[in-house]
T-cell receptor, first 114, second 113 residues
Framework: DAMVIQNPRYQVTQFGKPVTLSCSQT?????MYWYQQKSSQAPKLLFH???????NEADTPDNFQSRRPNTSFCFLDIRSPGLGDAAMYLC?????????????FGPGTRLTVL | AQSVAQPEDQVNVAEGNPLTVKCTYS??????LFWYVQYPNRGLQFLLK??????LVKGSYGFEAEFNKSQTSFHLKKPSALVSDSALYFC???????????FGTGTRLQVFP
């Protein structure tokens, strides 16, 4: 019954080695989000897609990129991970981009950078 | 600016006792408020939301929240706490200018047997 799926759940990479995190959804939602969460802090929005329209947050580093090849899948690419990028990465979806729309989160991918 | 505040970093309660996790908000216009729970090494799970209507909102796992416009609060409550309720709880408000979710800093709930 999983609705938002993230793979892998745990990812270990080396400093500077590119890494890709995956998110898929079975909800057929229009909007997909990527958040970064450090040390039980509030999640920080990195970017979101409304359908194929990409929206980057102003303070998201250029090191972070995203792809959404179709409605179901969205990827987070970290081109050159630094130690400061170690975090939990959360994918979320919502049916639409509206005030009342609920965001549904995946289980997260915990990224470790060695 | 739109914001939410969770004034308690941690709440401790004995199993079987009622619990309250506090949240206050500051928005221009009508607020759209959400509660999420996060278990260790998991994503956020949606509990409930207030959009309009009844001030008492019922959600998942026996949780409810009371919207109080005069006090600008949206406290999460449960009549009888379970040890399994121990987790990190986030209150969030929809930013009317950007449509983004603004999260509070989180409150860790610890339920003791």
């Amino acid at each position: 019954d999983a609705m938002v799926i993230q793979n892998p759940r745990y990812q270990v990479t080396q400093f500077g080695k590119p890494v890709t995190l995956s998110c898929s959804q079975t909800l057929n939602h229009n909007v997909m989000y990527w958040y970064q969460q450090k040390s039980s802090q509030a999640p920080k929005l990195l970017f979101h897609y409304y359908d194929k329209d990409f929206n980057n947050e102003a303070d998201t580093p250029d090191n972070f990129q995203s792809r959404r090849p179709n409605t179901s899948f969205c990827f987070l690419d970290i081109r050159s991970p630094g130690l400061g990028d170690a975090a939990m990465y959360l994918c979320a979806t919502s049916r639409d981009w509206g005030f009342a729309d609920t965001q549904y989160f995946g289980p997260g991918t915990r990224l470790t950078v060695l | 600016a739109q914001s939410v505040a969770q004034p308690e970093d941690q709440v401790n309660v004995a199993e079987g006792n009622p619990l309250t996790v506090k949240c206050t908000y500051s928005v221009s216009g009508n607020p759209y408020l959400f509660w999420y729970v996060q278990y260790p090494n998991r994503g956020l799970q949606f509990l409930l939301k207030y959009i309009t209507g009844d001030n008492l909102v019922k959600g998942s796992y026996g949780f409810e929240a009371e919207f109080n416009k005069s006090q600008t609060s949206f406290h999460l409550k449960k009549p009888s706490a379970l040890v399994s309720d121990s987790a990190l709880y986030f209150c969030a408000v929809r930013d009317m200018n950007t449509d983004k979710l603004i999260f509070g800093t989180g409150t860790r709930l610890q339920v003791f047997p």
